[in-house]
């Protein structure tokens, strides 16, 4: 479809995490043209940036082109911590602004394969389409592309508003099939599980829940790096005039607290 739709191989988005190992290799093993796409969030531990770094040098050495794309933001390059003060508002489980601009950039006009998967669901639905097509500005069926757990996601997607078609082909996996075939095959996997994450992301993301308290026990530095831009976006919130409750936003320790 990929080779039909566009004339070009089919993309392999790759966030250095368990489902993407899976979907990487499954890829490779049905033997149809693809290229390997990373979106470099500048969130990510070093582990993952470096295991994928490794994982695409292997790929290239085998002849399989990869991509890694850094984030950009209204025509210039930006980080997670210049996102946040830009924005004026801290990522939270609701607004999940840093996804869309640091996930999910890159892929237009391609066919995207992810490894999105029910069971990373929240919620469960009774019935799931096969193939679906999303009008645009449909606000009930927008959904979120690339390498995010949505659980709206089906096992194949369209959406013509972004010139992205989207195959989800371990969506019906379980846990237990993820790790069973990981194992079985031997393939390598991001140093992060055998530290005992069970989730690969950005290091701070509200939807890790209580493992941010451990992932910034580990890496002090992406604390400090939050704190310095709530300051930043702090003071810009300040000179904008934007009113807020003061035991939340009247100082960064408390804010930190608050965003924990």
Known sequence: MSLQHYGLPLVVTDSGGKDSAVCRELVRRSGVPFEPM???????????????????????QAGIPCSINK??????????????????????????????????SGGTGRFILTGVRWAESRKRRNSRGIYENFVPNGKARAVILNNDNDDTRRLFEACFSRSKHVCNPVIDWS????????????????????????R?????????????????????????????????????RKKAGRQCD??????VDAFFRWWM
């Open 38 to 60: 990373h979106n470099l969030t500048t969130a990510d531990a070093p582990q993952t940036v470096y295991y994928v770094r490794e994982q695409f040098q292997k790929a290239e």
């Open 200 to 236: 690969v992301g950005c290091i701070g993301c509200p939807m890790a829940g209580k493992q941010r308290y451990r992932e910034f026990q580990i890496f002090p530095t992406y604390e400090r790096a939050y704190r310095h831009a709530f300051a930043k976006m702090l003071d810009l």
């Open 71 to 104: 984030p950009y933001y209204k025509g210039q390059r930006i980080s997670m911590w210049s996102l946040i003060p830009m924005k004026m508002i801290p990522p939270t489980r609701t607004v999940r602004y840093c996804c869309e601009i640091l996930k999910e």
């Open 175 to 198: 846990d237990q099939d993820v790790w069973e075939y990981i194992r079985s095959e031997k393939i390598p996997m991001n140093p992060l599980y055998e530290m005992g994450f069970y």
């Open 246 to 251: 003061s035991r939340i936003w009247g100082n």
